[in-house]
């Protein structure tokens, strides 16, 4: 699995190499250094400074270094319109910026002083200074609420710029501090500005169709120069002009259009000025092609080149292949022919009444160039040898050469962890008694009868599924986003390291961290050494609950249990259903079962495999100890464990009704009956459940998670196939659901690897691997609605796991765009509106707590 990580990491590299575009804002979001050090204190420079403590150097986003009052801080109050004070970061080189982020002064506590708005001031040469506005025109950004939490705003429109300011606004005035950080990527294009004619009116059908270059950021007259704007801002239009990407905008927002009766040369003529000398390769259009309403890409471009003060004399000319069948637009790549120029001028001819563009990009490399060149070559070359054209690839070999080094030393490490994995195999088989010796349970001499009963009857059920799920939880720092939404947003990622064998990511913290968020882009890690399908979270558990206190199990004879099914299985363990003989008397005073009986009880045993790797087994073994001192009604305990000898077991309730989703979903609701005489008979041989009967459910569930979250416990994969049915609808809390193949639906997987119950997990703990008592809430509120619609849908059952995935995504940019579960049918609009979508609120701070879950839920049914 590694070697395969190692390899993707490989063919990215080369992709990256190789593929040289146009840029693309949703993967364009990467932190540029403010954070993480890459720009120098000598690039953040400021208006001012309060004090040396407070200076430019300082307004680092998240990084506290123990040095300074942790932010800049101006030396006056700014001033309500916030054109004075500034904070300028110096890129070195042209940036494509999407996205920044602030957070205000910290001082170790003691500071409460932040930017409430700001505005933003853009160079690219570091003397013209552009203010930066959004696409409805407006120049303030709200910014933070207080000192310490990260506020993100993207950049719509983008801006290409190598130097930025920040300029703090204040109503009324009142003393400001900042810390940001930038994210983006290089511009790869060199593109310093582009002059094109001023976009024109469309009358279509009495609709008004602006092709205008509303974000365009230079001059403009009967000529937009010294500016960039749409056609670089790395949004294509759509096949229909009228519509946009970009909600509530005007038809034809995302082109830039002429007519031809407007321009009677016959050809719209674009200036593109370059930072440097480049070889071009090529430049690639993004043109409309609506033929039916009268536009068409260009007939042909010819192109002339620059390098010093006069255009060159032998233009490049091209002529795209007519489409006269397929209406939609399209990237047109015309070849330039490796010409050498800091400039370049194209005419693009019209084969029909209106040209509309969207987006321009070149591909180019460095290039030495002499600027004394005269027409002709000189007497003392050959023509192939013109040195006026040579090309500097010293770039491209140092490319070349590290490439070369890296594939080396990845090769090298595959060859370690390949040689590191066979020799740790050999010594787990060797140290096993000694491994044994470090477990904080003994082990004693198995009975021969539970074996040889548990064999036999395992040979009997059949093949069993071969499917195996690897525990994801816990997550930590580390964890990275599973589908292509990982490079749209900039909080989830921190390195691109990955976890081996001998790392664990498991910490014991209560809850979760809600440190600030960085962004790197990294496979998802690994997870061998996790186990299988525990049934509480370890990570979650405040520890310090259960030091210095012994919660070893009462040991049950393993001759006692009789195998009944196999409920599933991981890839450390198994769970089985058994009957346990004599369990009632065995058990302490404060576990003993409501119901005595002679006769066997139904319990859930779950072992693990003997050639488990000691990190399963010192988990197993925490889990045993945490599930020990678990103690509510709603909750499934822990009864027994056999840890005298492998395979370890624990032994726990399972109710007579098996789990809640299968219980549901061979019911009816009552007050849902048709009273048609048709179907009466099919519908009164089935068996009916009451509304207040399931709210009674979730009642039971939602005390259960109060008691847990009382303990600082997150669950993680709360849902329906979790919770256990016992007489009288008494409900428990489990966590089964992972280890089996029946809900095997329910678990998405990640690159082969691990799976997640994406359609019950928050956007956070989906993005950021972010699991707290607020995602628990969420994931009660998905369970409310599985258990009002007695499970006959999976949730978003309209939706791909993919979907789902980018569903999350709309919820994070909070755009209004994002998909809620809807209303079930039985379900009231108070329940559904303040509890189901309370659950669901954005803002994890705003979601109930399992204590007003389980008083409102208590109230709906008084």
Not at 380 to 389: A, I
Request: glycine share 8%.
């Amino acid at each position: 699995m590694k070697v395969r990580q190692i390899s993707h990491h490989v063919f990215v590299i080369l992709l990256a190499v190789t593929v040289r575009s146009q840029v693309n804002p949703e993967m364009c979001r990467y932190p540029l250094g403010m954070t993480g050090g890459q720009i120098q204190d000598e690039d953040i420079s400021a208006s001012s400074q309060w004090s040396e403590s407070t200076a430019a150097r300082f307004g680092r986003l998240d990084l506290d270094n123990g040095d300074g009052d942790g932010a800049w801080c101006p030396d006056i109050m700014s001033e309500p319109d916030g054109l004075k004070e500034y904070l300028q970061v110096d890129l070195r080189s042209l940036h494509f910026i999407t996205l920044v982020g602030t957070q205000g002064r910290h001082a170790d506590g003691m500071g409460n002083e932040f930017a409430q708005r700001y505005r933003i001031k853009y160079s690219r040469d570091g003397t013209n200074w552009v203010g930066w506005h959004d696409r409805k025109g407006s120049q303030v950004i709200e910014g933070n609420r207080n000192a310490y939490d990260v506020v993100l705003k993207d950049l719509e429109p983008p801006i290409i710029a190598r130097f930025v300011r920040f300029m703090p606004v204040t109503d009324p005035s009142m003393i400001v501090c900042m810390r940001v950080e930038l994210y983006g990527c290089e511009w790869l294009d060199g593109l310093m500005s582009y002059s094109i004619p001023e976009g024109q009116e469309m009358i279509y059908r009495g609709l008004d169709v602006y092709f205008n270059d509303s974000v365009y950021d230079g001059a403009s007259a009967e000529r937009l120069t010294k500016g960039l704007g749409q056609l670089t801002d790395g949004t294509w239009g759509l096949d229909d002009f009228l519509h946009s990407h970009i909600y509530g905008m005007w038809p034809g927002y995302d082109y830039v259009g002429w007519n031809n009766k407007s321009l009677p040369k016959g050809y719209v003529e674009m200036i593109f000025e370059f930072d440097r000398i480049r070889n071009f390769t090529s430049m690639k259009v993004h043109c409309n092609n609506m033929f039916s309403r009268g536009v068409r890409m260009f007939r042909q471009a010819t192109c002339y080149f620059r390098s010093g003060s006069d255009w060159e004399g032998d233009p490049v000319t091209f002529r795209p292949t007519v489409d006269r069948v397929s209406q939609g637009a399209r990237f047109i790549t015309v070849s330039l022919g490796d010409r050498t120029a800091s400039a370049i001028k194209c005419r693009f001819h019209f084969s029909d009444l209106w040209m509309l563009f969207s987006e321009v990009a070149f591909q180019s490399g460095s290039a030495e160039y002499n600027t004394s060149r005269k027409h002709g070559h000189p007497t003392n070359t050959l023509p192939g040898e013109d040195p006026t054209h040579k090309v500097d690839d010293s770039n491209t070999r140092i490319l070349i050469g590290c490439l070369v080094a890296i594939i080396a030393i990845l090769l090298t490490i595959i060859v370690i962890i390949l040689w590191r994995q066979v020799w740790q195999k050999m010594l787990e088989k060797a140290s096993r008694r000694l491994l044994d010796d470090e477990l904080t349970a003994r082990l004693a001499v198995q009975t021969q009868a539970f074996s040889s009963h548990h064999s036999s009857l395992s040979s009997e059920s059949g093949s069993t599924s071969n499917s195996t799920y690897e525990r994801i939880f816990p997550l930590c720092s580390d964890y990275q986003e599973p589908s292509r939404l990982i490079r749209k947003l900039p909080e989830f990622a921190q390195s691109t390291e990955h976890i081996g064998p001998s790392t664990s990511c498991r910490g014991l913290a209560s809850g979760v961290s809600d440190g600030a968020p960085h962004y790197a882009e990294a496979d998802i890690i690994s997870l061998q050494e996790s186990s299988d399908s525990s049934t509480y979270s370890i990570t979650a558990v405040n520890m310090n609950l259960f030091a210095g206190s012994d919660s070893s199990m009462r040991e049950f004879p393993r001759d006692k249990l009789t195998f009944k099914e196999k409920l599933g299985e991981g890839q450390f363990g198994e769970v089985h259903l058994c009957e346990a003989e004599g369990i009632q008397d065995s058990l302490d005073e404060d576990l003993s079962i409501e119901e005595k009986s002679d006769s066997p009880l139904l319990v859930a045993v779950k072992t693990l495999r003997e050639d488990a790797n000691k990190n399963a087994r010192n988990d197993f073994l925490k889990e045993i100890r945490i599930m020990s001192r678990l103690r509510d009604p709603n909750i499934v305990r822990l009864l027994a464990v056999c840890v005298d000898t492998d395979p370890l077991c624990m032994i726990t309730e399972y109710m007579e009704n098996g789990d809640l989703n299968q219980f549901l979903c061979n019911l009816r609701l009552k007050e849902a009956v048709d009273e048609n005489k048709m179907d009466r008979g099919e519908k009164e041989g089935e068996s009916m459940i009451s509304y207040s009967k399931l709210i009674g459910m979730a009642v039971q569930i939602s005390s259960g998670m109060k008691y847990l979250s009382s303990l600082n416990f997150v669950h993680r994969d709360l849902a329906t196939r979790n919770c256990l049915v016992g007489k009288n609808y008494t409900i428990k809390i489990a966590d089964f659901g992972m280890s089996r193949n029946l809900y095997r639906g329910d678990y998405y997987r990640i690159q082969g690897r691990a799976v997640l119950p994406i359609r019950w997990m928050s956007w956070e703990s989906i993005l950021l691997g972010k699991f707290t008592m607020a995602s628990d809430v969420w994931a009660f509120g998905v369970t409310l609605w599985e258990i009002l619609t007695l499970c006959k849908k999976q949730p978003y059952s309209q939706l791909s796991d993919e979907q789902v995935i980018e569903n999350t995504g709309e919820f994070f940019r909070d755009q209004g765009k994002q998909v809620y579960l809807p209303k079930p049918l039985c379900c009231p609009d108070r329940v559904y509106n303040e509890l189901m979508l309370g659950c669901w609120r954005r803002n994890a701070k705003q979601r109930p707590s399992f204590q007003e879950i389980h008083t409102q839920l208590t109230e709906t049914l008084a």
